[in-house]
């Protein structure tokens, strides 16, 4: 199994559509994740982080659950500016800086 | 506050050459990391330095090498370039203390091996 497992896309998504993207990972001891953000030829931004239960931020919401090892972003209204990779990303582990990349989900929000 | 700076912005190469990447961190992060990310793919995690010492290791070949600097930038060294070292490098600093996990990426460089 990878260390972080995201469905790569792409999902083609009308304005103001709601999406999900699940992401699934291997270690059990991580216990912070995030959601990056990368557009076509960009560097990664980070979109939200992810410390319990899950978090909420105007449209976007992560949340977690530690039970089944998968983390969810979800996107509501979307804008055609949210077109971009979204990656999923976990530390190797508790006291580590060491980030595990998932390949990335692209998203492509039409008019 | 400038953030996260990488130069040079691309760079062609051929076969056997040697790279040397450069990043300064942003303004009051002290710990560097560097990624590859090939086309399609999410960014691999190289290696991270701290105190002007290699803290962690990714599983790259000791091709890979790297430096810190006193004043926190980096350099990130490839020898003996391969085709398969065609990538996007990023760079990426972070805060000292309960911060670490939240990292500022770079504008990255762009790397074409022929």
């Known amino acids: 199994r990878k260390e972080v497992e995201q469905d790569p896309g792409p999902f083609n998504v009308p304005e103001g559509a709601t999406v999900a993207f699940n992401c699934t990972y291997s270690?059990?001891?991580?216990?912070?994740f995030f959601w990056y953000r990368q557009d076509c030829r960009k560097e990664p931004k980070l979109l939200m982080s992810?410390?319990?239960s899950g978090n909420e931020d105007g449209r976007f919401t992560a949340q977690l659950n530690r039970a089944s090892q998968y983390i969810s972003l979800l996107i509501r209204d979307s804008k055609l500016s949210d077109s971009a990779t979204y990656l999923c990303v976990v530390p190797r582990g508790p006291n580590t800086d060491k980030l595990i990349f998932g390949t990335g989900t692209r998203l492509q929000v039409f008019p | 506050d400038a953030g996260v700076t990488q130069s040079p912005t691309h760079l062609i190469k051929t076969r056997g050459q040697q790279v040397t990447l450069r990043c300064s961190p942003k303004s009051g992060h002290d710990t560097v990391s560097w990624y590859q990310q090939a086309l399609g793919q999410g960014p691999q995690f190289i290696f991270q330095y701290y105190e002007e010492e290699e803290r962690q290791r990714g599983n790259f070949p000791d091709r890979f090498s790297g430096h810190q600097f006193p004043n926190y930038s980096s350099e990130l060294n490839v020898n003996a370039l391969l085709l398969g070292d065609s990538a996007l490098y990023l760079c990426?600093?972070?805060?000292?203390?309960?911060?670490?996990?939240?990292?500022?990426f770079g504008p990255g460089t762009r790397l074409l091996v022929l």
């Open positions: 990426a600093s972070s805060l000292p203390g309960l911060n670490q996990e939240t990292q500022y």
């Open positions: 270690n059990s001891a991580s216990q912070s």
């Open positions: 992810v410390y319990s």
